[in-house]
Nanobody
Framework: QVQLVESGGGLVQAGGSLRLSCVVS????????MAWFRQTPGKEREFVAA????????DYSEAMRARFTISRDNAKNTVSLQMNSLIPEDTAIYYC??????????????????WGQGTQVTVSS
């Protein structure tokens, strides 16, 4: 089993920045890829960004590529999401996810095996 715990969410004004963190524990050796998703009420979970646990090519939603940066620190078993130039449309619950499957980056939530509890990000106008 793998446990994921997110932190760093909060309330920020439009144009501001937040840094989300996800601490990974348990059988981290089984993790191949980490990702961030987000979800708003009544909508499906939306892919934000992904990164292989061992490093390498990252992938982003086109809508967030220029403003968000995903990174990982294997020594601290942490994956982070730096979010800059936030806009009210970024308001959502942000989830950290882990995938055990080796292969191309996938943006489908169903492909991920483990999920954190989520952290709320609210951007005021």
């Amino acid at each position: 089993q793998v446990q994921l715990v997110e932190s760093g969410g909060g309330l920020v004004q439009a144009g501001g920045s937040l840094r989300l963190s996800c601490v990974v524990s348990g059988r981290t050796g089984s993790v191949y890829r980490m990702a961030w998703f987000r979800q708003t009420p009544g909508k499906e979970r939306e892919f934000v960004a992904a990164i292989p646990w061992s490093g390498g090519r990252t992938d982003y939603s086109e809508a967030m590529r220029a403003r968000f940066t995903i990174s990982r620190d294997n020594a601290k078993n942490t994956v982070s999401l730096q979010m800059n130039s936030l806009i009210p449309e970024d308001t959502a619950i942000y989830y950290c996810a882990a995938d055990r499957t080796i292969g191309m980056i996938t943006t489908r939530p169903a492909a991920y095996d483990y999920w954190g509890q989520g952290t709320q990000v609210t951007v005021s106008s």
